[in-house]
């Protein structure tokens, strides 16, 4: 079964550093998205992003945040200068034009900023 | 925008026995509504899902309703096993394009056995 992968699985990082999340959505969908969760609390979305550019964005989505794919096969999210709250699992997931499955979610890349 | 709420935020059921978990939403537009299974340390496993057009779905022990009057819908798990046990997620759309999952607050499930 198709998946989407994230890399790496775990991310420390210091306070004030940039950070790159990199996600492989599954190859024929056509919108992503990441998400995160911080830990014990809900799913929250961020941004999502079709046409090689974003469509929505949710007010956790501010100017430290960025999404680009870069080529025809990944999808990264990058942090700009890391805060302690950035701490979470962030999630990519991607879904095809037909919304017949739902999304498909990565395992997840925990960060955590120390 | 969209407010999606779910309950119980823990549910403890002896094995065997069946499971509900129930969520209502806010925004009358929703017309996708899928739940997602999530163990630990890994991303939501979508489980089921249901389109407004239909009151009910299942699969084999897993069932969905929805009563879109009333503004909510249930998951409900019949004959519970071991490796059911994990936070189940509920969440609500608008089933086209890229719009977003709007994710109730999870109920994590643990199977007594």
């Known amino acids: 079964e198709p998946e989407v992968t994230q890399t790496p699985s775990h991310q420390v990082t210091q306070m004030g550093q940039e950070v790159i999340l990199r996600c492989v959505p599954i190859s024929n969908h056509l919108y992503f998205y990441w998400y995160r969760q911080i830990l014990g609390q809900k799913v929250e979305f961020l941004v999502s992003f079709y046409n090689n550019e974003i469509s929505e964005k949710s007010e956790i989505f501010d100017d430290q945040f960025s999404v680009e794919r870069p080529d025809g096969s990944n999808f990264t999210l990058k942090i700009r200068s890391t805060k302690l709250e950035d701490s979470a699992m962030y999630f990519c997931?991607?879904?095809?034009?037909?919304?017949?499955?739902?999304?498909?979610f990565g395992s997840g890349t925990r960060l955590t900023v120390v | 925008g969209e407010n999606v709420e779910q309950h119980p935020s823990t549910l403890s059921v002896q094995e065997g026995d069946s499971a509900v978990i129930k969520c209502t939403y806010s925004?009358?537009?929703?017309?996708?509504f899928p739940w997602y299974k999530q163990e630990l340390g890994k991303g939501p496993q979508l489980i089921i899902d249901?389109?407004?057009?239909?009151g009910e779905k299942k699969d084999q022990r897993i069932a969905v309703t929805l009563n879109k009057t009333a503004k909510h819908f249930s998951l409900h798990i019949t004959e519970t096993q071991p490796e059911d046990s994990a936070v189940y997620f509920c969440a609500a759309r608008l089933n086209f394009g890229n719009e977003k999952l709007t994710f109730g607050t999870g109920t994590r499930l643990t199977i007594i056995p």
């Open positions: 249901i389109r407004s057009n239909v």
């Open positions: 925004d009358s537009a929703s017309n996708y």
């Open positions: 997931a991607s879904s095809g034009q037909v919304l017949s499955y739902g999304y498909t």
